[in-house]
């Protein structure tokens, strides 16, 4: 069994910053993968930025050089610094953890960007 729960979603200016934040626990030790997805109305999920257990990043082109993930291991955590936010940005933030051939998903925490 593993949950992951997402917190640090919210309302937040043009220009302005959010931190995301996701908790694993179960019994899952390590994932190979920890991430964040996003979904606006209307729109498919799409990946937001990737890390792995060994460091190697990934992010979507539309959020380099504004948005960091992060990651500790140890504690199976996973962060998303958002910086200079855009409109665009607004949807569905979801938590996503990969371990083997299975895949868990967050319940999702809403970001708008909204002036």
């Known amino acids: 069994q593993v949950q992951l729960v997402e917190s640090g979603g919210g309302l937040v200016l043009p220009g302005g910053s959010l931190r995301l934040s996701c908790v694993a626990s179960g019994t899952i030790v390590s994932f190979n993968a920890m991430g964040w997805y996003r979904q606006a109305p209307g729109l498919e999920r799409e990946l937001v930025a990737r890390i792995a257990r060994g460091g190697s990043i990934n992010y979507a082109d539309s ?7 992060s990651r500790d291991n140890a504690k199976n955590t996973v962060h998303l610094q958002m910086n200079s936010l ?7 933030y979801y938590c996503n953890a990969a371990f083997q051939f299975s ?12 002036s």
Not at 63 to 69: A, C, L, N, P
Not at 103 to 112: I, L, P
Request: aromatic share 16%.
């Open 63 to 69: 959020v380099k050089g504004r948005f960091t993930i």
């Open 86 to 92: 855009k409109f665009e940005d607004t949807a569905v």
């Open 103 to 114: 895949t868990y998903w967050g319940q999702g925490t809403q970001v708008t960007v909204s």
